[in-house]
């Protein structure tokens, strides 16, 4: 199976919604949640361009950044999101797949995802910036939240 359909199976499935659900234009808050984490393990455990991304749920590449950015700031304020981004990464890992390093094709491949790929980088120091500081709170017995 490859990423991108196990991927999207596995948050289907835990959001028990469809994938036509997620093209669609609804914006119900379980459609949104799904398709923001949806993305965001697509960009971490995939090759696939920020326009790739959004041609897979019917989306263009800005939509992807905002979600990107969107889940990213969630992390540092909903639980609920880091939780369950773990929950998708265990899933994944289980199948051996690692975080992705981008493979370069031709030139304009190679500067449209070097652009990605520090992108995705600066993302994922944040989260781990952001957990880091979530677990030192809890290890303090500080609220996590405020």
């Known amino acids: 199976m490859d990423r991108t359909n196990y991927i999207t199976d596995i948050v289907l499935g835990f959001y028990n919604v469809r994938l036509k659900d997620l093209k669609?234009?609804?914006?119900?808050?379980?459609?949104?949640?799904?398709?923001?984490?949806?993305?965001?393990?697509?960009?971490?455990?995939t090759t696939a361009s920020l326009k790739e991304l959004g041609r897979h749920i019917n989306r263009d590449h800005t939509t992807v950044i905002?979600?990107?950015?969107?889940?990213?700031?969630?992390?540092?304020?909903?639980?609920?999101?880091?939780?369950?981004?773990?929950?998708?990464?265990?899933?994944i890992e289980e199948m051996g797949w690692a975080k992705c390093q981008f493979v370069y094709y031709d030139q304009d491949s190679f500067d449209e995802r070097h652009k990605d790929l520090e992108y995705q980088q600066e993302l994922q120091k944040e989260i781990e910036r952001r957990k880091s500081n979530k677990h030192k709170k809890a290890k303090q017995g500080l609220p996590l939240f405020g």
């Open 66 to 91: 905002y979600a990107l950015n969107k889940t990213l700031n969630l992390t540092d304020t909903e639980s609920i999101y880091v939780d369950q981004i773990a929950y998708f990464e265990q899933r």
């Open 24 to 45: 669609s234009n609804s914006r119900k808050p379980v459609y949104v949640r799904a398709r923001h984490i949806l993305l965001y393990l697509l960009r971490s455990y």
